[in-house]
């Protein structure tokens, strides 16, 4: 299953609460939620996993937390998401996002997912909404809903 599903999340409001915090030199922080790493290290066995960014000012931030995590990440503007998953194919990824511009992306994937705290539009288009919000456990739910859906036996 790796080789053929891909599974793109969405980093701002999904990995973190959607908060900037900014100083008079501009954006300094993003506040990441401590369980959703367990959830990666488990899922991107069976699921090439990556993440999407649309927020340039901040991207340094979001790329050292993928580094972390061992991810790979790109920077898609919101007006070229849906170009990017065109690309790929939707019917090749399952997404987890949370604005606006994904929840056309969320409907069109293969199968979609956003946080309980995500914009009205892509909780219509979800296929599953995690009961925990962006930045606070709902990576972590998401990839224990998906292990259940797909029966993947993680032997933990």
Same mark, same amino acid.
């Given at each position: 299953?790796?080789?053929?599903? =891909? +599974?793109? &999340?969405d980093?701002? #409001? ?5 908060? +900037?915090?900014? =100083?008079k030199? *501009?954006k300094i %922080?993003?506040? +990441?939620g ?16 990556? &993440?999407?960014?649309?927020d340039?000012?901040?991207?340094? !931030?979001?790329? @050292? @937390?993928?580094?972390?995590?061992g991810l790979k !990440?790109?920077?898609?503007?919101e007006?070229?998401r $849906?170009?990017? +998953?065109?690309?790929i #194919? ?6 987890? #996002?949370?604005?606006y511009?994904?929840? !056309?992306? %969320?409907?069109?994937?293969?199968? *979609? !997912? ?9 909780k219509?288009?979800?296929? $599953?909404?995690?009961?925990?919000? /962006? /930045?606070n ?6 990839v224990?809903? &998906? ?5 993947? =036996?993680?032997?933990?």
């Amino acid at each position: 299953m790796k080789n053929k599903i =891909n +599974f793109i &999340l969405d980093v701002d #409001g999904v990995f973190t609460d959607g908060a +900037f915090y900014y =100083n008079k030199t *501009g954006k300094i %922080l993003k506040k +990441f939620g401590p369980h959703d790493s367990d959830g990666i290290k488990i899922i991107k066995k069976y699921f090439n996993t990556s &993440l999407i960014s649309a927020d340039r000012r901040g991207f340094a !931030i979001s790329k @050292r @937390r993928a580094v972390d995590m061992g991810l790979k !990440i790109k920077l898609v503007s919101e007006e070229n998401r $849906y170009k990017y +998953f065109e690309k790929i #194919g939707f019917k090749n990824c399952i997404f987890m #996002g949370d604005g606006y511009f994904d929840a !056309i992306i %969320l409907k069109k994937s293969y199968y *979609g !997912i956003c946080p309980t705290n995500a914009l009205k539009e892509c909780k219509l288009n979800a296929d $599953y909404i995690t009961k925990s919000e /962006g /930045g606070n456990g709902a990576v972590y739910e998401a990839v224990m809903h &998906l292990i259940k859906k797909f029966k993947i =036996n993680i032997n933990i």
